[in-house]
């Protein structure tokens, strides 16, 4: 790459909540620049490809996973960002429920790991990935972009386990449920779940087919 060459990258801040944490999937780099750390994963957009198409290839390929929530987050444009030249990288966060990974050509492992604390990341991963959590949690409040990371069927008590999980919080459960049932936001699938000693819980699905914005505050 010439010194004069300007490139275009996505990055992505991929989400999942696992073992009641919310967690981002990390690659370890298996080439330079930065071999053997860990990175948000990504690459350069193709020649004819759109912003979006380029994210959502390097999400199939780090996932095996298409029909998720993908957002355009910021872009990040510090000359001295990538020590290969000038490489201005558009970010995207997407959601997805947990799914198993595959590492991609170029990366030695992929790996999911704690979104509030993750180990030392290469380039300026640390500052995209930081921006991811701040748009996540600052839309978990007014839009139903959180339930994206469940399963079509889920408990109340599942609910608000990822709204605390996100948010790093506890949240009162009377007030919650009473919140989030005034919303008009789920459906009673008719059916329960057992949930171990503790007598059967109510299954909900999302009662709208994509994200929507509030005109009040869920949390």
């Not at 095996?64 to 960002?81: K, N, S």
């Not at 180990?119 to 409040?141: M, N, T, V, Y």
Request: hydrophobic share 40%; proline share 6%; aromatic share 8%.
């Amino acid at each position: 790459m010439k010194p004069s060459d300007v490139r275009v990258a996505v990055d992505l801040v991929i989400f999942t909540v696992r073992d009641g944490a919310l967690q981002v999937l990390l690659i370890e780099r298996g080439i330079a620049p930065f071999k053997g750390q860990w990175a948000l994963p990504g690459g350069f957009v193709l020649e004819r490809e759109t912003l979006e198409e380029a994210a959502r290839r390097e999400l199939e390929e780090e996932t095996g996973l298409r029909e998720v929530y993908l957002e355009q987050l910021f872009t990040f444009g510090d000359p001295e960002r990538d020590p290969r030249g000038r490489i201005i990288s558009v970010a995207y966060y997407a959601l997805t429920p947990p799914a198993p990974l595959r590492a991609s050509t170029d990366a030695a492992n992929a790996a999911w790991h704690p979104a509030a604390r993750p180990p030392k990341l290469a380039f300026d991963h640390a500052k995209i990935l930081r921006s991811g959590l701040e748009r996540l949690r600052a839309k978990l409040g007014y839009s139903t972009v959180g339930f994206e990371l469940l399963p079509r069927q889920f408990t109340l008590t599942e609910l608000q386990t990822l709204y605390e999980a996100i948010l790093e919080r506890p949240l009162d459960k009377r007030n919650f449920r009473k919140k989030i049932l005034s919303l008009g936001l789920l459906k009673s699938e008719g059916r329960t779940r057992a949930a171990g000693a503790h007598r059967p819980a109510r299954l909900y699905a999302f009662a709208l087919g994509k994200v929507k914005i509030l005109d009040g505050q869920i949390v």
